[in-house]
């Protein structure tokens, strides 16, 4: 199997996992409260005192190890900057695993949050000019912040490689290492439950291992689901 074929199934694999998990999110059973005789069944709202995620209520920053999964699609619009000779318009999809490291930093301050560790795994295509493929592994380090809402933003860094059949004259080889910036909010639809927004700069190259090496450059909006546990 060649590789173009192999990232579009990838690609596939990817969507369908999106879907499926957005619709067990969007679907889930509703949360019961519990008295001492009787079971009252609410509706899909936040639950503040659920343990194991929630240092003391929704949003009010998350407890050491909680762990995350998420699935993201979304468009990025090439940009003609730091040499590149080309607009690269880029369609992708991503899943992601991450875990929190720590206690809540910065009590009483207005960053206060957790540091999260997380891997990335995204693929897509390129939709203008030639069609290409692409499909790269990520390490992210990202922070949330605690706002004491259902809304809590993050800023994320991420540095990884990146295999693609983007080429002349901005990318000289398969091989390219990827690097992407990212700033977004979950809002949490449930306690353990969220939908996400960000933009993201992502940007391609071979730091000089490959040539040409003009590099491939992209801002973009994603939508996208998580699970928390």
């Not at 795994?121 to 605690?146: D, K």
């Not at 809402?149 to 990146?162: N, S």
Request: glycine share 14%.
């Amino acid at each position: 199997m060649d590789i173009a074929n192999l990232l579009k199934r990838i690609g596939s694999i990817l969507a369908f996992m999106y879907v499926m998990f957005a619709a067990s999110v969007c679907t889930g059973e509703p949360q019961r409260i519990w008295t001492n005789d009787t079971s009252v069944e609410s509706a899909p709202i936040l639950n503040p005192g659920k343990p194991g995620i929630w240092i003391n209520g929704v949003g009010e920053g998350f407890r050491p190890r909680t762990q995350t999964l998420g699935f993201n699609a979304g468009a990025a619009y090439g940009v003609l900057i730091f040499g590149g000779e080309e607009r690269h318009h880029l369609s992708l999809l991503s899943a992601s695993y991450g875990r929190m490291i720590g206690d809540v930093k910065g009590a009483d301050s207005w960053y206060r949050g957790n540091l999260e560790l997380r891997g990335e795994l995204f693929g897509g295509v390129q939709f203008n000019s030639e069609t290409c493929a692409l499909i790269g592994l990520t390490p992210h380090v990202r922070y949330n912040f605690a706002t004491g809402t259902p809304w809590v933003p993050y800023i994320d860094l991420g540095v990884g490689i990146t295999l693609t059949g983007i080429r002349a004259p901005d990318l000289g080889n398969s091989f390219e290492f990827n690097l992407q910036a990212v700033v977004g909010v979950n809002y949490f639809i449930r306690d353990a439950s969220a939908i996400s927004f960000e933009g993201r700069y992502l940007h391609l190259s071979s730091a000089g291992i490959y040539n040409p090496n003009n590099g491939v450059n992209s801002i973009g909006i994603f939508l996208g689901v998580s699970t928390f546990f």
